[in-house]
């Protein structure tokens, strides 16, 4: 049965298509609005014509919507051994190590909680041996003359409980190889002391710091592992690195948040645009996590209602701030697919098409863990493993990677409105053995689509509010570790 995949949005008090077979968007009327909704989102040609108005039919036909879809393929984009060793041959543009797996802190939403995720590893104490580092960074700078700019990214648990190791491989690098890449660390900001900022900004190293926002909102959930608040901690070590050197400071240090209590949006906006120790300098919003969230008390930062407010405060700011997007604290979530929509190919989709999102683990980024194994995704089960610090990079591993996420997703996204869009990964759906579980990929996949309907909505009331707005959508500051 021919099966036509579609959305429909309701921006406001008017009603859009969205067809994903032509990428088009058309307005509709609120009876087929209502007609479509109550389809779902992929319905039969029969049912269609059951449903709809006659003339809206023949208009629809008239613009090429709604007709039956060339099913978007999810063939792997590489099917043979020698294709995949050829595409990791020039290596990943970027290196994450998990120094450690332990952290000076317990915040409550965190992936590592005990108890807080399905599937994903706990805090422990494994720490990562100075020469496992050292040779994994010099294997990966070794390979990278095609990349204009390569990163290292120091990654915990909180990296900055082994500064030692942190200072041997910068120090290995500088003595042993002619090349400098990017150096990136995500921590708390709890142990970012004064005895570490000549060793920083000597290197030029991109700090994230993890702060949620006023004291209140981060203390709600950032607490140390005897419960103490670290508020005054984060911004008193920032406050003392801005004083130490204020060019590198807006140059390299950066915030990460996490917005777990939608009530916050506003006093959480107010704060960064306003604190003096981190109103000048980028901010991030990072997600809480995919997976499904064992804590009911906590909620993820993707529940519809959430994305809702944020969108209606984001694409005001577009529109009446003149301003660029990258100046509002959540345009992380919005941008990227804002651009995607405004940018897309009207054009149908190719027989056996196949989907673009689908990547090749290990030619983007690779992670290794305390123990030398590789992965390819920092939250991802270190079960997925691509190789190790020993071997690197096994291609045979990469491409039954490919093939099985092939077979599991080719059972979904033919039928799924949103496979144009789609940024899938398959640490969303893996275990912590690395097996592919579809229980995790249906959650994923939920989360997914709101956000890109979400983001179709700020999509289609920018364009109607005020056209050249959508100009000033520009992408976050390259988010390394999302
Ligand atoms: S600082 Fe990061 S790793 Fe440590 S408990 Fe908080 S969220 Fe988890
Ligand atoms: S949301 Fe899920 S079903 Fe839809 S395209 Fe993405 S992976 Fe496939």
Known sequence: MDLIN?????????????????????????????????????????????????????????????????????????ENLADTEQRLSEGPESLVLIVTEDCDLRCKYCVYGEGNYNAVRVHTSRKME??????????????????????????????LLRWQLIENVL??????????????????????????????????????VSLDGPQEVHDKNRVDVRGRPTFDRVIKNLKRLRDYDLDYYHKYVSISFVVADPENLDTVNHFFKNDAIVCDIPKVCSQINNKELLNQGLTTNMRREMLGKQRRQYTKHLTTSGRKSRDHPFNFWWAKYIIAIRDREIRSLQPNERMRSVCVPGSHRVVVHPSGKYSFCIQGAEGIQIGNAET??????????????????????????????????????????GEFSEELLVAACKDIRNHIKSAFEA????????????????????????
């Open 130 to 159: 100075h020469q496992i580092a050292i040779r994994a960074t010099h294997s990966f700078l070794s390979q990278q003359e095609h990349h204009k700019q390569s990163f290292v990214c120091f990654y915990g648990g909180e990296p």
């Open 171 to 208: 120090q290995s690098v500088t003595q042993d190889l002619s090349v400098s890449p990017q150096w990136f660390i995500s921590t708390n900001g709890t142990a970012l002391t004064e005895d570490k900022f000549a060793t920083l900004v000597q290197n030029r190293v991109m700090v994230r």
């Open 392 to 433: 690197g990079i096994d291609a045979g591993k990469v491409l039954k990677i490919l093939t099985d996420i092939s077979n599991v997703l080719s059972r979904f996204c033919p039928k799924c409105w949103c496979s144009r869009f789609c940024p899938i990964c398959p640490a969303y759906f893996s275990d912590d053995k």
């Open 459 to 482: 999509f289609i009331y920018i364009a109607k509010t005020d056209e050249k707005a959508l100009q000033l959508v520009v992408p976050s500051e390259e988010l390394l570790l999302s």
């Open 6 to 78: 579609y959305a429909v949005f309701e921006v406001d008090n008017n009603r859009y298509l969205y067809d994903t077979n032509t990428n088009k968007i058309v307005e509709v009327s609120i009876e087929c609005f209502q007609a479509l909704n109550a389809l779902g989102n992929c319905a039969s040609i029969e049912q269609l014509n059951r449903t709809l108005p006659i003339e809206f039919l023949r208009s629809a036909h008239e613009c090429g919507v709604l007709q039956p879809s060339r099913f978007v393929s999810v063939s792997p984009p590489i």
